[in-house]
């Protein structure tokens, strides 16, 4: 079954790949009118949802499989690249240099992965993070390991902007770690140390004053940085941890496609199209039980894998496909005395904190701003 699944599918080369992708784009000419006019005159998915968030939802469920079907990777960026800052308008662009070969061990050491060097964003723009004092965020983006970058410019990067306008971080950098159609596992967790250490090591930040955060895949690389930094102690744990649709469960979607275990709650109506090939590109050579272990699956660790952690923040919607594992996740972290806090919003779809206008839940993502900065104060 293993092997099935590693296969990738026709539609991920020409000429097959060009014409699905042609398909699914025209078909959108009849599809939007007939959602519109479906959600107009039928109950919507949630009572709540006017008809343009219904439509959009289904428009990105839609249009989300084609990233793992055809192997693409929108929205990334040249990474050899150093961004002039003429071109940024709200951040600075920074080196970050490879990791040293000293903080790697266990599952961040690979003779086919090196650490390279990548970029950086810093908010605000041209002021340096300060060694003393300040607190500062490090922001880690989503995007199935397959798509987006670290800039202000990848929609997502809204979490980081709100994070930075409504709390009192003072700077935040930003890591564009490599996708998984650069390189697979352990490349991310590498990128991420890089990031950290550059924090830590290079300026001199306070592990206690540091905020690690993100979004989707983004809070899975959070969750597999911290696996890292607990069971290796390469360095100290950050102070605090805020994790915003994360995904956690890197083993279910093989499950599900093996027919071991049924779809997640919400499948149907979220925004979110899971597929087990994204899954398997960031695995690359590895065994496949990583997927399953502590690092892969942080809702699958067994009792007293948390203890000590750092206090976290969990926001998820109730309307999303990751809400049973997120609350896993809780359960785990609060029966191990993690200061843990689980922000659900009614109504709300995968990643609509940094969805931004692409998905109009105004309502869910002022409430968790407003959670958010009350959890920062200790309310």
Known sequence: MVEILKDNPPTARQPLKGLYISA??????????????????FPRPRASWTVKEAVLVRLFRYLMPLNA???????????????????????????????????LKGAAKDTKVEPVKIPGYIWPKATPIPADGSLVGLWIHGGGYMMGNGSENFPEGDVAR?????????????????VSSEACHPAQLQDALAAYSHLVNTIGVSPSRIFLFGACSGGHLVLLLLRYLYEEKVLPMPGSVMLFSPWVDMQIDLDIAAKKCGPRPNHDIDMLAASYYANLRFLGHHPISFLSSPYGSANRAPPGSYKSYPRTFISVGDAEAFQRECTELYTLMHNDGVDVTLDVQVDAVHDFYGSGPLMPHDTARANVTKRLVNWMRGK
Do not use: M
């Open 24 to 41: 699914r784009l025209l078909s959108l000419v009849f599809n939007i009118p007939l959602w519109t006019l479906y959600y107009a005159l």
């Open 69 to 103: 079907l055809c192997k693409l990777a929108p929205q990334t960026l040249d990474k050899t690249r150093e961004v002039p800052e003429s071109e940024l308008k709200e951040t600075s662009f920074v080196w970050l240099q490879p990791v040293d070969e000293t903080l």
């Open 162 to 178: 709100q994070v930075f306008r409504h709390t009192k971080i003072e700077h935040i950098l930003s890591v564009d770690y490599r």
